[in-house]
């Protein structure tokens, strides 16, 4: 167990997403799971740590995480002893995984296949809707339906929104540069990664009927020495830096991704949002 309090991924011992595809060919996240990386997120921790705070769970939320992946943040906010916890995932393996789920008290926990743009969950059955590095991978549309499921998700009266996503900076950043960005990451990381201003993200949840409460920003640094140890703890840090190394076409892949980082480092950043439902003439 690492140092940082974070808990490992439950269902220890399940297939992780991606298993049996090629290392030079897997979404970049898939990979970095496979090495042994648990926090996937743009902004580490420190931004999913910001984000449950700001989301304030207490005990008589019901909370869904959307496209909740290997479960690295759930017990961050089982923590807080929510009502009930929702993890949805379209990906067997990773449901596989979150059925593992355990929480303290009386929360009630439960995965379910499905869309994060179609849920099946009823309307209003939430007071808390999260997303982490979901939102980035998709096109216009797609992030609109994402938005506006969330959205249907709340409870009106006590409904809280939070996303966790990659970010261009700054706002007005040069069109051009941000297709070029784009086109950089895809190429490195094998999946659609389509990030948005500050400004743009919060024109998005706009949109879609919410409102933003709270807004930060930090460095994309998700494979730095420095972020690597704070996220994971020095002896899994170490861990996954030897696996790594020890993988030529996993080496090459993250060496890759680390180029496009850097290369861009004054434009990536990691957003955190949290947003309430506009009030009707708002």
């Known amino acids: 167990m690492a140092t940082t309090g974070h808990d490992q991924p439950p269902g220890d011992g399940a297939p992780l997403p991606g298993e049996g595809l090629d290392a030079s060919r897997m979404p970049a996240h898939w990979l970095l799971a496979r090495m042994g990386k648990r926090v ?20 008589e939320d019901r909370v869904v ?24 995932d379209r990906d067997a393996a990773a449901v596989a995984r979150l059925a593992g789920l355990t929480a303290p008290g009386a929360t009630r ?12 969950l009823p309307d209003g059955s939430a007071t808390v809707v999260y997303g982490e590095a979901v ?20 409870d009106g009266s006590t409904g809280r929104y939070a996303l966790h996503e990659m970010c261009l900076l700054p706002d007005g950043l040069d069109p051009a ?10 190429d490195v990381l094998h999946v659609g990664s389509r990030p948005l ?5 919060g024109a998005l949840l706009t949109a879609e009927g919410l409102t933003v409460t709270a807004r930060t ?15 994971e703890g020095l002896v899994h840090a170490l861990g996954i830096a030897g696996r790594v190394l020890r ?35 708002g």
């Open 40 to 59: 996937l997120r743009p902004g580490g921790l420190e931004l999913t740590r910001w984000m449950i705070d700001a989301l304030a769970i207490g005990p």
């Open 65 to 88: 995480e959307l496209a909740a992946g290997l479960g690295a943040t759930a017990p961050l906010v089982l923590a807080r002893g929510p009502a009930c916890y929702t993890a949805v």
């Open 109 to 120: 926990v439960r995965a379910v296949r499905a869309d994060a743009a179609a849920t099946g």
């Open 135 to 154: 939102l980035t991978m998709q096109p216009e549309a797609a992030k609109r339906r994402i938005v506006r499921e969330a959205r249907r998700l709340l």
């Open 177 to 186: 540069l941000a297709g070029r960005i784009a086109a950089d990451l895809y």
């Open 197 to 201: 201003t500050p400004a743009g993200w």
């Open 217 to 231: 920003t930090v460095p994309m640094a998700l494979l730095e020495p420095r972020r690597l140890v704070a996220d």
């Open 247 to 281: 993988d030529p076409a996993a080496r090459e892949r993250v060496q890759r991704m680390r180029r496009v980082y850097h290369r861009h480092r004054d434009h990536l950043g990691a957003i955190g949002l949290v947003a309430v439902p506009t009030a009707p003439g």
